[in-house]
């Protein structure tokens, strides 16, 4: 989906981070971009500030910097920037009572997908249990009445 | 005149549309062998009204008739050429014809290559598929006129997206279209099967083919889009999961699972319900696709279409159709007799856990990307779903689904051996454990790109390995003789799943990546990975539609200089836009990749350098999964046309 990935960033043409923005710490700055990664550009669709080359996206990545700078560990950045912007900033939604099935999806899709299989296997099972069951002496002995040739079970199938 | 003749071309295709669908679906009813003939030549024609009217809308394109609004919208007399045609497509309107002209060929697929099926079966096909296409040419009569005429006519158009005027735009959407449009014919099947309450190996033999080459299609088309992003975006990146490719993403892991099933349906008649299901799934998940994308439903700069009458239009065919399926479903699966027996161990189980994986993931997508949709909806509360998002969940289903993959193939149907089928994977896994153990001397951390790296070449060599295992003797030695009378579909399996291990070390390797951001003064050499780069000059150019800013750079290595890149700025006078063209040399199977942004007073200029170790994998990876799809494509006992011989002998040894 190129074509329209590519209309994501349509307003963008220089980079997002800039030399000028960056800090001078390594370390420091390997914190910020990772941080970056995970907060959304509020202007942009689905584009953390990290890429994106929005004003605000700037403004975001600058304030990263300053808060890492004045000490502050990544989370308690993360939950300064997640106060002030409220879930939509964040591009890993946090987990909260809405967000519960969301993350849960994949278990639930997982253990409704085995149940599936297993009760599936059952009804297989079941029902090829069935034609091993023997005939009552009686049922037999109608079938034999009715002149229906004694047949061998193993050429059901396969 | 052309134009109106397009028109109305389309109007007539609406008939024919309505003629395919009601007369071959009432002549199936009545057992009427008339009746249900008018499907192939209605499917045909129509095909070719839609066609004609495509052709009329491209030669408005190529000869810049200004009197259309969407050649004014999406055109400009002085675009390149291909881009002209190409930007047919490159609108709402436009694209939707594009995918009604893939539908209804589609529909003309069908008709010439459906000798060998029930009469029956082909006319509830084309009916559904005349539906389809009657409802699809509806939408765009009323809410999409790409014919729409203007007076007086502007001397000028507005050009076409800039971004979007690139050489990848012109293969990328119509791959796109053949892939998951191309799952309607698959959809139409599964429909006409339950419609007419028939569902054997052979209905399985029938739709592979489609399978594979929608399949194909939508490989092909994703990884082709995926490079174009990681070319034109400036930073590298190729997949955002972004909803717009998740849109894509759906229908491709659907159609993937159902690949499979239908093998085990075609080969031990097993996994009937699934696989219809999965038939309709898949189109499915390309109809919603389709929704989010032109409705506009995500609010986000990608749907071109934003109003909302468009949106409750598509929403109407979403629901009826998949509605429509699934309860036709519903009430005629439970009646399907039970397939083929086996056991849990065995090539069926394998592939009934492929399945499993692959629906936890494809389930997961599809919540992830329409979650957000559905909590503003109901709560009105405002949250994001990401890349962390999907690539926590999905990483720990997708590796281990990358695990077993060489295991099923190493099973044999109904009964296999799990320890034979491990023994014969040692090779692949002592070379994968020694590969994850060199990969992380040479690259170091992250680990789980080392782990993946690991897992990656124990799937391709576990692939490969079930080839050369086939190909032995009795004495043990692998034969070439042997190798070249193995089944096309043999290869196929190994080169799909070898590809799927190359595309996941090209993933693997992006956590190895260097990147510099800097601002480069002129004649100063900068560390990227292995490489120095230096600028050598900066100067504007004149493009036909544009302008640029290009930089010449020279990429080194200790002293030696291996090549020169030309990253640029372009700025497109008509849009007022610019966009960023990266520089990009491939040196072994990695990339040195160098994008430019401004230039500062001093003479510097901000660049962004990176080096991408074994980046290019990720897309000849896609290639060979594509590659391996057309092998099995082409086996001799798949290909659509001898199902009706290659079903007497029906003895044949299931491999």
């Given at each position: 989906m190129g074509v329209l990935v590519a209309f994501l960033l349509f307003p963008l043409a220089a980079h997002a981070v800039t030399p000028g923005e960056m800090l001078d710490d390594p370390a420091l700055e390997a914190r910020a971009r990772a941080i970056a990664t995970e907060l959304r550009c509020l202007v942009c669709q689905n584009q953390s500030i990290d890429d994106s080359d929005a004003s605000l996206a700037k403004d975001l990545r600058v304030?990263?910097?300053?808060?890492?700078?004045?000490?502050?560990?990544?989370?308690?950045?993360?939950?300064?920037?997640?106060?002030?912007?409220?879930?939509?900033?964040?591009?890993?939604?946090?987990?909260?009572?809405?967000?519960?099935?969301?993350?849960?999806?994949?278990?639930?899709?997982?253990?409704?997908?085995?149940?599936?299989?297993?009760?599936?296997?059952?009804?297989?099972?079941?029902?090829?249990?069935?034609?091993?069951?023997?005939?009552?002496?009686?049922?037999?002995?109608?079938?034999?009445?009715?002149?229906?040739?004694?047949?061998?079970?193993?050429?059901?199938?396969? | 005149m052309i134009v109106e003749t397009g028109h109305y071309a389309l109007v007539l295709a609406l008939a024919l549309a309505l003629a395919q669908f009601a007369i071959p679906f009432i002549g199936a009813r009545l057992n009427d062998a008339a009746l249900m003939r008018v499907a192939r030549p209605a499917a045909i024609t129509q095909f070719l009204f839609v066609a004609l009217s495509y052709g009329a809308l491209t030669y408005a394109h190529v000869v810049s008739d200004f009197s259309l609004v969407n050649v004014i919208e999406n055109s400009h007399s002085l675009k390149p050429f291909i881009y002209k045609i190409s930007g047919v497509w490159g609108n709402h309107e436009g694209s939707m014809l594009l995918w009604v002209l893939v539908l209804s060929l589609c529909g003309a697929l069908i008709a010439v290559f459906s000798n060998a099926m029930p009469d029956r079966l082909r006319a509830d096909a084309l009916a559904v598929q005349g539906l389809l296409g009657a409802a699809f040419l509806l939408f765009i009569l009323q809410t999409s006129n790409p014919f729409a005429r203007v007076a007086p006519a502007p001397w000028?158009?507005?050009?076409?997206?800039?971004?979007?005027?690139?050489?990848?735009?012109?293969?990328?959407?119509?791959?796109?279209?053949?892939?998951?449009?191309?799952?309607?014919?698959?959809?139409?099947?599964?429909?006409?099967?339950?419609?007419?309450?028939?569902?054997?190996?052979?209905?399985?033999?029938?739709?592979?083919?489609?399978?594979?080459?929608?399949?194909?299609?939508?490989?092909?088309?994703?990884?082709?889009?995926?490079?174009?992003?990681?070319?034109?975006?400036?930073?590298?990146?190729?997949?955002?999961?972004?909803?717009?490719?998740?849109?894509?993403?759906m229908p491709w892991i659907a159609g993937t699972a159902l690949v499979h099933s239908a093998a085990v349906m075609e080969k031990r008649e097993a996994l009937k319900v699934w696989t219809i299901f999965l038939a309709i799934l898949a189109f499915s998940l390309s109809l919603l696709g389709t929704f989010l994308v032109r409705s506009g439903v995500l609010t986000s700069v990608h749907a071109f279409a934003s109003d909302p009458d468009r949106g409750v239009f598509i929403l109407a065919i979403l629901v009826f159709f998949i509605g429509g399926a699934l309860a036709l479903f519903a009430l005629r699966a439970g009646a399907l007799p039970v397939g083929g027996l086996f056991s849990p161990?065995?090539?069926?189980?394998?592939?009934?856990?492929?399945?499993?994986?692959?629906?936890?993931?494809?389930?997961?997508?599809?919540?992830?990307?329409?979650?957000?949709?559905?909590?503003?909806?109901?709560?009105?509360?405002?949250?994001?779903?990401?890349?962390?998002?999907?690539?926590?969940?999905?990483?720990?289903?997708?590796?281990?689904?990358?695990?077993?993959?060489?295991?099923?193939?190493?099973?044999?149907?109904?009964?296999?051996?799990?320890?034979?089928?491990?023994?014969?994977?040692?090779?692949?896994?002592?070379?994968?454990?020694?590969?994850?153990?060199?990969?992380?001397a040479w690259y170091g951390t992250p680990f789980l790109s080392i782990v993946t790296a690991g897992i990656a070449i124990y799937l391709v060599v576990g692939a490969l390995s079930d080839l050369v295992l086939r190909a032995r003797t009795s004495s043990g030695r692998p034969s070439l003789k042997r190798l070249v009378g193995l089944p096309l579909s043999a290869f196929g399996t190994s080169f799909a799943h070898a590809g799927m291990g190359l595309t996941l070390l090209g993933l693997?390797?992006?956590?190895?990546?260097?990147?510099?951001?800097?601002?480069?003064?002129?004649?100063?050499?900068?560390?990227?990975?292995?490489?120095?780069?230096?600028?050598?000059?900066v100067s504007p150019r004149q493009g036909p539609n544009y302008s640029?800013?290009?930089?010449?750079?020279?990429?080194?290595?200790?002293?030696?200089?291996?090549?020169?890149?030309?990253?640029?700025?372009?700025?497109?006078?008509?849009?007022?836009?610019?966009?960023?063209?990266?520089?990009?040399?491939?040196?072994?199977?990695?990339?040195?990749?160098?994008?430019?942004?401004?230039?500062?007073?001093?003479?510097?200029?901000?660049?962004?350098?990176?080096?991408?170790?074994?980046?290019?994998?990720?897309?000849?990876?896609?290639?060979?999964?594509a590659i391996g799809g057309a092998l099995s494509l082409a086996d001799r006992r798949l290909r659509i046309g001898v199902a009706r011989r290659a079903a007497a002998p029906a003895l044949e040894p299931a491999e």
């Open positions: 304030l990263v910097r300053e808060k890492l700078k004045e000490g502050m560990s990544d989370a308690q950045v993360r939950d300064f920037i997640h106060a002030r912007y409220g879930d939509f900033v964040l591009l890993r939604p946090p987990m909260k009572p809405g967000t519960l099935l969301l993350w849960s999806a994949p278990a639930i899709a997982l253990l409704a997908g085995a149940a599936a299989v297993w009760m599936a296997a059952r009804r297989r099972s079941g029902l090829a249990a069935a034609p091993t069951k023997a005939l009552t002496a009686e049922e037999r002995a109608r079938l034999d009445g009715l002149g229906v040739a004694r047949f061998d079970d193993s050429q059901s199938r396969d | 000028e158009g507005r050009d076409l997206n800039p971004i979007l005027q690139d050489p990848g735009l012109a293969i990328h959407p119509p791959l796109l279209y053949l892939g998951y449009v191309g799952f309607s014919i698959v959809f139409s099947f599964a429909a006409a099967a339950l419609i007419g309450g028939r569902i054997d190996a052979g209905w399985a033999r029938v739709i592979r083919p489609w399978t594979l080459f929608a399949w194909i299609a939508l490989t092909l088309g994703i990884a082709m889009g995926s490079y174009w992003a990681y070319y034109t975006l400036g930073w590298g990146g190729f997949w955002f999961w972004d909803p717009v490719e998740n849109a894509s993403l161990i065995s090539r069926e189980g394998a592939l009934v856990l492929n399945n499993l994986l692959l629906s936890a993931c494809c389930a997961t997508v599809v919540v992830g990307t329409l979650y957000p949709l559905a909590l503003e909806a109901i709560t009105g509360e405002k949250i994001s779903v990401g890349a962390p998002f999907f690539n926590t969940v999905l990483i720990p289903i997708a590796l281990p689904l990358a695990l077993l993959m060489p295991i099923g193939q190493m099973l044999s149907w109904k009964r296999g051996d799990l320890a034979a089928a491990l023994q014969r994977l040692r090779v692949a896994f002592v070379v994968g454990v020694v590969a994850a153990a060199a990969f992380g693997a390797a992006t956590g190895w990546g260097v990147e510099s951001i800097v601002a480069m003064k002129p004649s100063s050499f900068y560390e990227v990975g292995p490489y120095q780069i230096g600028i050598e000059s640029e800013v290009f930089a010449v750079m020279a990429v080194r290595r200790d002293g030696a200089t291996l090549a020169t890149i030309e990253p640029a700025k372009r700025f497109y006078q008509v849009r007022r836009m610019s966009r960023s063209e990266a520089g990009i040399v491939t040196i072994g199977l990695g990339q040195v990749y160098a994008a430019i942004g401004e230039s500062h007073e001093d003479g510097t200029i901000d660049a962004r350098l990176y080096w991408k170790p074994l980046v290019t994998l990720i897309w000849i990876g896609a290639l060979i999964m």
